[in-house]
């Protein structure tokens, strides 16, 4: 793996540093900070000219880390979630006491999702890995602005913030860039859903995971229970 992304170590370094990294995801290119890093998450927020109490949704490597970051879940959803995931399904529940509170909402939740990398995206599953983190990613924009589609605008976005001190571009070469679909336009962005205190759930947002995959499996395992 360290043949095909001879930047992953230094990803990983820059991450924990407190740097903004520019990264692909399972659907929208995003920008990832240290949760556990004070100047990570006010890198983040001044360059995403964000509120630092909005919190954005964390990709992670696998299941366990989802069972430490959360509390509990309620109902069938260990099954639901564990059969579902990997997809482009973010969801929120309660935070958990270990969840880094960077990611933490007003309301007490963390929004999660487990990607399914495409082969080309592989090394980003050698990176969640590897920081064995939950990894906070938003889309390449001003909040509040549309979201950048294709990574040689999304470098000059970052670029022209003047902020080059804050940020971590890796050098993907030119084949993976191309990979990333420049001037495709925007890929569906991920499902969001909350699960709710009762065990039953709320649609957020409609994304690349359509309402009858999930309602069908949460219908399976809660008719088992």
């Known amino acids: 793996m360290q043949d095909e992304a001879p930047y992953l170590d230094a990803f990983a370094e820059a991450w924990v540093k407190g740097r903004v990294c520019l990264h ?41 880390l989802a069972v430490q970051t959360w509390k509990p879940l309620p109902g069938p959803w260990s099954q639901v979630l564990q059969d579902l995931w990997p997809a482009s399904l973010s969801v929120i529940w309660e935070a958990s006491d270990l969840c880094p509170k960077a990611i933490i909402a007003a309301n007490g939740t ?10 080309d995206k592989q090394w980003m599953h050698e990176l969640l890995t590897k920081l064995d983190a939950p990894f906070p990613s938003s889309s390449v924009n001003l909040s509040g602005q549309a979201a950048i589609g294709d990574w040689a605008t999304a470098v000059q976005f970052l670029k022209a913030e003047g902020k080059d001190d804050m940020v971590f571009i890796p050098d993907l070469g030119e084949n993976q860039i191309r990979a990333l679909g420049e001037g495709s336009g925007l890929p569906l962005p991920s499902t969001l859903i909350r699960i709710e205190a009762g065990g039953g759930w709320t649609m957020l947002r409609e994304g690349a995971l359509n309402r009858a995959s999930i309602q069908s499996t949460w219908e399976n395992y809660a008719k088992r229970s």
Do not use: Y
């Open 110 to 119: 963390c929004g999660l999702r487990l990607p399914n990398w495409s082969p």
């Open 24 to 64: 692909p995801t399972d659907t929208l290119l995003g920008l990832s900070f240290n949760p556990h890093s004070l100047a990570g998450a006010q890198n983040f927020a001044s360059i995403k000219s964000r509120a630092p109490d909005k919190s954005p949704i964390s990709l992670i490597a696998n299941w366990d």
